[in-house]
């Protein structure tokens, strides 16, 4: 399952690497948007299988971060 921001940020920190395993509702990334930062909770349990994103990037709508299976 995707992990996906909702509108448009940046990456502030991202709170797992990956082959982590996490629980749903677990905090994975940090990101700031309209000046604020937002955590970013986990969809799933699941191993994070892959990491899209950088510290620092600049994200659009929809954007994945990190996919979790």
């Not at 799933?44 to 299988?49: A, F, L, N």
Request: proline share 6%.
């Amino acid at each position: 399952m995707d992990v996906k921001v909702k509108m448009p940020s940046v990456i502030i920190s991202l709170e797992v690497a990956e082959g982590a395993t996490v629980t749903k509702g677990q905090n994975v990334a940090v990101i700031e948007a309209m000046k604020m930062k937002n955590n970013t909770p986990a969809p799933c349990d699941g191993v994070v299988k892959s990491i899209a994103v950088q510290v620092g990037d600049r994200v659009k709508p929809g954007a994945v971060v990190m996919t979790i299976e």
